[in-house]
């Protein structure tokens, strides 16, 4: 199985995308499965998410490992749209964080809702007018 991986963060945070690369190779160890790439995009950039559709067209990959479905856009749509693409190449979709209680559509919309948490308190605040 030819398995890649992608982190992204939102902005240059080098601890947690290790922290993300670590969590996807510990996934692979425990799964079996070897990793033959790793993909990476910081802020806006999606040059390394194209860089895995691009390689699934390809027929580059079979298995892609991340820690959770928010990493595949920040847009409900965009989640969808990039699922879709990949079930449709037949790509084995591996979350670290699992979430297997509910259906892939439930799960896409819980991560649509943690990425739209993440962005409404960036500094780890609260929403308090205090």
Known sequence: MKTVTYRYSAAENPTWLNQQEA?????????????TEVFTDVGRSRYGLRGVLDAVEREDV?????????????KYTD???VVQQLHDAGVDIHVTKDRTTGSVEENLKQAHLDAEARRSFPSGGSDSTD
């Open 23 to 35: 969590d996807c190779r510990r996934y692979a160890d425990e799964h079996g499965l070897t990793i």
């Open 62 to 74: 079979t298995g892609l490992i991340v820690t959770d479905l928010a990493r595949l856009g920040s």
């Open 79 to 81: 989640h969808v749209a």
